[in-house]
């Protein structure tokens, strides 16, 4: 059976994400970097984006001011026991950020078994469509009272 205004509400829902977020994207890998710069730009309407590498981030954390409402990671910034410090210097500099974690479906059972994974606010996974990525980050991310 299908159900058209059920639809056609929840495509609408998904047109009122909060513009004028800020976004940080940490990735070492140039090409996912991109891609989640264009979902960014794209989905979240007048988004301040910025990208970095994981080598990076120490030096953005300990800027005056960091604020943003999201931080795009990648998985091996929290599979790495080197690289898991990252989780709590973010929950401790950005406490109201959502956290996202941009994770291959091979490595989500070895995610689930690390305590920093319990951080994470939104699992992105790399095998999942353009769309789904951006469903989540809307959904998220949504303007009160327009659901």
């Known amino acids: 059976m299908f159900f058209p205004k059920t639809i056609t509400r929840y495509i609408d829902s998904l047109a009122y994400p909060k513009k ?19 979902i960014a730009r ?3 309407p007048e988004s301040a984006t910025k990208t970095l590498n994981s080598h990076e981030l120490t030096e953005e954390l300990n800027r005056h001011e960091p604020a943003y409402d999201l931080v795009i990671l990648e998985a091996g910034l ?33 995610l689930q078994t690390i305590p920093q994974f319990s951080s994470i606010d939104i699992l992105l996974t790399k095998c999942a469509t353009v769309e789904a990525l951006a469903e989540k980050l809307c959904l998220t991310f949504q303007e009160p009272g327009k659901r």
């Open 20 to 38: 004028g977020l800020k976004v940080l994207i940490v990735n070492d890998f140039a090409t996912e970097r991109q891609l989640l710069l264009e």
């Open 78 to 110: 929290v599979l790495n026991p080197v690289d898991r410090t990252c989780i709590r210097q973010l929950r401790t500099r950005l406490p109201d950020a959502k956290l996202a974690l941009f994770a291959d479906r091979r490595d989500l059972l070895k």
């Open 42 to 44: 794209h989905y979240l």
